[in-house]
């Protein structure tokens, strides 16, 4: 293990709390902002490189890393920062733009966002005889970027903001040829479709267009047998196995989001997901899956995120229930 997810895990953690119901005042969300708030990064890190003129102002992976604060991070926090009520709310907004002025600055001039840098992309360092891993450079993905366009729906942006508009011309760009896109930091196309169908329908992205629809039936095609979705890490590495392997409780839990966020809510598929969801619940009240559903380096190193089977089927019932309710 490379390292932990604390920030990563108490963003998604409170965010599928607040979808659930709970009080955004509530004491256990109002500790967690609190903290999140405490773990700012304020000051210039590596992204200064290309990036020379930006606020510093994100918000990093683990407990502890002011040199490469990341953009789905930052998004995933500012998401959850807009909906908690704080004792101090001023420090929030305060504190809140000043990410958001970071994040922003780091869009890529091809449209979408990277990770940790912008326009990190030059293809000759992966074939020098160390980068073995393949993985020297940090590209825009359709992932983050579907995460970022998520939040900047969130935020009340409109699709004619110039950065919408590059960001969404960036992701329907990204789509791969059966529908479905490709997932840089989770595996694998479950993943990265689920992002990208949610910013664009959080953003106002017309969810009826056929673009769209050939995602849902890539989804719809890639169900199990058992009703729930899974995916082998070998995806990357052998495309053809893109959307195939046992299915476990977060990867269906991203199927049935980005399926509702594609309008099918009501539809057999997204209810046998569910279904899944509920018989695979354990008495404890939370999931198990002994696969890894995270990806580090892709075809080379995934990283098991413990708290996904926890927090992710949460998130999808509770959008389930919402959209049935709207």
């Given at each position: 293990?490379?390292?932990?997810?604390?920030?990563?895990?108490?963003?998604?953690?409170?965010?599928?709390?607040?979808?659930?119901?709970?009080?955004?005042?509530?004491?256990?969300?109002?500790?967690?902002?609190?903290?999140?708030?405490?773990?700012?990064?304020?000051?210039?890190?590596?992204?200064?490189?290309?990036?020379?003129?930006?606020?510093?102002?994100?918000?990093?992976?683990?407990?502890?890393?002011?040199?490469?604060?990341?953009?789905?991070?930052?998004?995933?926090?500012?998401?959850?920062?807009?909906?908690?009520?704080?004792?101090?709310?001023?420090?929030?907004?305060?504190?809140?733009?000043?990410?958001?002025?970071?994040?922003?600055?780091?869009?890529?001039?091809?449209?979408?966002?990277?990770?940790?840098?912008?326009?990190?992309?030059?293809?000759?360092?992966?074939?020098?005889?160390?980068?073995?891993?393949?993985?020297?450079?940090?590209?825009?993905?359709?992932?983050?970027?579907?995460?970022?366009?998520?939040?900047?729906?969130?935020?009340?942006?409109?699709?004619?903001?110039?950065?919408?508009?590059?960001?969404?011309?960036?992701?329907?760009?990204?789509?791969?040829?059966?529908?479905?896109?490709?997932?840089?930091?989770?595996?694998?196309?479950?993943?990265?479709?689920?992002?990208?169908?949610?910013?664009?329908?959080?953003?106002?992205?017309?969810?009826?267009?056929?673009?769209?629809?050939?995602?849902?039936?890539?989804?719809?095609?890639?169900?199990?047998?058992?009703?729930?979705?899974?995916?082998?890490?070998?995806?990357?590495?052998?495309?053809?196995?893109?959307g195939t392997g046992n299915s476990t409780a977060s990867q269906t839990a991203w199927a049935v989001m980005g399926m509702i966020a594609g309008g099918e809510a009501k539809s057999s598929a997204v209810k046998r997901g569910i279904e899944f969801l509920?018989?695979?619940?354990?008495?404890?009240?939370?999931?198990?899956?002994?696969?890894?559903?995270?990806?580090?380096?892709?075809?080379?190193?995934?990283?098991?995120?413990?708290?996904?089977?926890?927090?992710?089927?949460?998130?999808?019932?509770?959008?389930?229930?919402?959209?049935?309710?709207?």
């Open positions: 293990q490379a390292c932990v997810s604390p920030l990563w895990d108490t963003a998604i953690a409170s965010n599928a709390l607040c979808d659930s119901g709970l009080s955004t005042d509530h004491p256990a969300l109002v500790k967690a902002a609190e903290w999140v708030l405490r773990k700012q990064v304020v000051k210039k890190g590596d992204w200064a490189v290309k990036n020379p003129h930006a606020t510093p102002g994100g918000w990093a992976f683990e407990f502890y890393n002011e040199l490469y604060p990341d953009c789905d991070d930052t998004a995933e926090m500012l998401m959850f920062l807009n909906r908690v009520k704080l004792p101090d709310q001023n420090r929030k907004l305060h504190e809140s733009e000043r990410a958001m002025s970071w994040l922003l600055s780091m869009q890529c001039r091809v449209g979408g966002w990277a990770a940790f840098d912008v326009d990190n992309e030059q293809d000759l360092f992966n074939l020098v005889p160390f980068a073995d891993h393949g993985a020297m450079l940090d590209p825009a993905t359709a992932d983050v970027s579907g995460r970022v366009l998520w939040l900047l729906g969130r935020l009340g942006f409109k699709k004619n903001h110039p950065q919408v508009q590059r960001v969404i011309a960036f992701i329907k760009q990204k789509q791969e040829s059966d529908g479905s896109w490709w997932g840089r930091w989770g595996v694998n196309y479950i993943y990265g479709t689920w992002l990208a169908l949610t910013g664009l329908c959080s953003i106002g992205e017309d969810m009826n267009q056929p673009y769209v629809s050939r995602a849902i039936k890539w989804y719809n095609d890639h169900q199990n047998e058992d009703g729930g979705w899974g995916e082998t890490c070998e995806s990357y590495e052998n495309p053809s196995l893109a509920l018989n695979r619940q354990e008495d404890c009240g939370s999931w198990y899956e002994d696969e890894f559903t995270g990806t580090g380096f892709p075809a080379h190193f995934f990283i098991k995120y413990h708290m996904y089977q926890h927090f992710f089927p949460l998130m999808a019932l509770s959008h389930y229930r919402l959209a049935l309710r709207s």
